[in-house]
């Protein structure tokens, strides 16, 4: 039984094909078009999965869409009608593409796909519910949803037993945290839905000041996690901004202009904004272990990729375990979809073994040596080619260690935002230039953004004040206080951006100012060749973490075929790239000659 759940026309559009309950493959159309978070419909992220899958489109049983467009226009006409005449001139830009296109979308799939049998739609956050538990680790759990909105529902409660999901409460529309952290993105002079990491990352440089002013004039907060927003300071019902004029009064000033400078103004906005949303997160937490009883718990929707959010519900104990799908965002509802007609549809039965079925996320496109060496030996680039892997993971060990910036591409691409060893750039996380040097000189971002830890899984507790698995990079847990170096006092008079070049403990260069850390926790039967990375980096060294970030620049999606690691190689500092066996320097490169040809002998068409 061949599944084909499909996300698209909002953002990050993505295909996922589920065979018989197991998750075959999944990937973002981005990936393949090379445009940031395509919301397009995902052409050649279906035309990967049927490949890995060994399918055609007339093998496919069931084709699932993530939600359901129909009750999302109901939704939008009554917004409209709420506040008309204001919102017109939105409401007529956005008609043309409903009645185009959206409101037939199970037209458009079966025309995109050719496709002529059963299409199914779930709704939003079932869709969601559903990547959260069923490939979860837990053989019940509660489910937490939260993201901007999905048709009404901008967060949900639910239950997990067996092979059956059921949501029992919901936050509707337009009450929403995604889309209030959003409003603050939007303000703080970030893109919206791909900005949100940097409010996060900017967070621990400011102070909570501003905090009373989100409690007594933007949301009244209930106990329960629930919440109201008070829409005279919001202008996303019915205009083209996320925030309006009373709410630049309010903080005292326009919204940032992007790429202009940073202020301590906009850090404490920042720290502002995450500490309420944690605090909202953590209530409804709480008021779903109240109402569930359930003692383990599943996070999905776009908010559950607030790693810093995460790890406090874990530190508070307010759960005994999470565990959070690492494509938590729109793109993981094709995943989600494509497990509910499984099981909800079908009703056919959930497989227990108490692991979770995500595959370490490495659900994408792989590259073996043949295909590699031969589009190397096309394009005439040097390189060095190593039989046996000790040989080769020594390699990479030296350039670590003398301070060399690596790309490593290895085996299927990682699927959701996270580089998870797959598709990741490498660096010596005991260096203390190395943050400054991998944001500036290999990202070419804002240099205040922090790098994550890869750290072997059984050696995570003897640098973090974490315990169990983080495989995902989606959650923060503190440095352990042996491993953090005393700041001295001039150094504790500083504050803001002059924070970054402060060494904080003995991997500096992925501990954040606040002495926390995204960790990535690497276990040797997802990723056997990056545990051994790290474990023959930690016998050479003594330190059993790696710095990894993924592998692309500013703007640009995670690289998916060896030309788009070469480019994004040559177009950088990076020093050294690895690409299965292959080690390719930057020294012994010829100037980069680009040509329409570069992506062609990996096109999957």
């Known amino acids: 039984m061949n599944i084909l759940g499909i996300s698209a026309y909002y953002h990050d559009s993505a295909a996922c094909l589920v065979r018989d309950g197991e998750i075959v493959a999944a990937a973002q159309e981005e990936r393949f078009t090379r445009k940031k978070h395509d919301a397009e419909f995902p052409a050649r992220a279906v035309s990967y999965c049927l490949r890995e899958a060994g399918i055609g489109v007339n093998d496919i049983d069931y084709v699932g869409f993530y939600d359901k467009p129909f009750i999302k226009f109901e939704r939008i006409l009554e917004t409209y009608l709420s506040i008309a005449p204001a919102g017109l001139r939105q409401f007529l830009a956005a008609l043309p593409l409903w009645l185009r296109d959206k409101l037939w979308t199970r037209k458009n799939l079966r025309e995109q796909l050719d496709y002529s049998g059963p299409v199914l739609f779930a709704e939003h956050h079932e869709s969601h519910a559903a990547s959260a538990f069923y490939p979860s680790p837990f053989e019940e759990a509660a489910i937490l949803t939260m993201d901007g909105v999905g048709e009404w529902a901008t967060s949900s409660i639910g239950v997990g037993k067996g092979h059956r999901v059921e949501l029992i409460q919901q936050l509707n529309f337009p009450h929403s945290l995604g889309l209030l952290y959003s409003a603050l993105t939007y303000y703080l002079g970030f893109k919206v839905n791909s900005g949100e990491y940097k409010v996060m990352g900017l967070a621990p440089y400011g102070e909570p000041r501003y905090a009373d002013r989100f409690y007594n004039h933007l949301l009244d907060l209930k106990e329960d996690g629930s919440f109201r927003m008070n829409m005279e300071y919001f202008n996303f019902l019915g205009g083209f901004t996320m925030t309006g004029r009373k709410f630049d009064a309010l903080f005292g000033g326009p919204a940032r202009q992007p790429e202009s400078r940073l202020t301590q103004r906009e850090m404490d906005i920042a720290a502002s904004l995450q500490a309420v949303t944690e605090e909202i997160m953590l ?128 085996g299927r691409m990682e699927f959701g935002p996270r580089a998870l060893g797959g598709r990741s750039i490498l660096g010596d996380p005991r260096s203390p230039r190395m ?81 926390s850390a995204r960790i990535q926790t690497v276990h040797e039967d997802t990723h056997p060749r990056y545990y051994r990375l790290i474990r023959r980096f930690e016998e050479k060294t003594g330190c059993p973490v790696l710095i990894n970030t993924s592998f692309n620049v500013r703007g640009e999606p995670i690289v998916c075929a060896p030309a788009e690691a070469y480019l994004c190689f040559m177009r950088t500092e990076m020093d050294t790239l690895i690409l299965e066996n292959f080690v390719l320097d930057k020294t012994g490169q010829p100037p980069l000659q680009e040509d329409a040809d570069w992506r062609k002998e990996f096109e999957l068409d």
């Open 283 to 410: 209530r409804m937490a709480r008021h779903v272990r109240k109402t569930t009883g359930m003692k383990d718990l599943c996070l999905a929707g776009g908010v559950a990729l607030n790693c810093v959010g995460n790890g406090r519900i874990l530190r508070e104990k307010v759960f005994d375990r999470i565990w959070i799908q690492p494509a938590a965002g729109d793109a993981g509802g094709a995943l989600g979809v494509a497990l509910c007609v499984w099981h909800q549809v079908l009703e056919r039965p959930r497989v227990f073994n108490g692991r979770d079925g995500m595959k370490g996320s490495y659900l994408g496109p792989r590259y073996d040596s043949n295909q590699i060496e031969t589009f190397l030996r096309q394009k005439n680039i040097p390189f060095t080619r190593y039989e046996n892997e000790g040989d080769l993971l020594d390699a990479v060990v030296d350039r670590l260690t003398d301070e060399k910036v690596v790309g490593w591409f290895q």
């Open 435 to 515: 943050q400054s040097v991998m944001n500036l000189k290999i990202k070419y971002r804002e240099s205040f953004r922090p790098f994550a830890p890869s750290i072997l899984d059984n050696k995570v507790h003897e640098w973090f004040e974490m315990e169990g698995e983080s495989p995902y990079m989606l959650l923060v847990a503190p440095v352990r206080k042996d491993k953090r170096i005393a700041t001295t006092p001039g150094q504790k008079q500083l504050f803001g951006i002059d924070l970054l070049n402060v060494p904080r403990s003995q991997v500096p260069a992925i501990t954040h100012v606040d002495y």
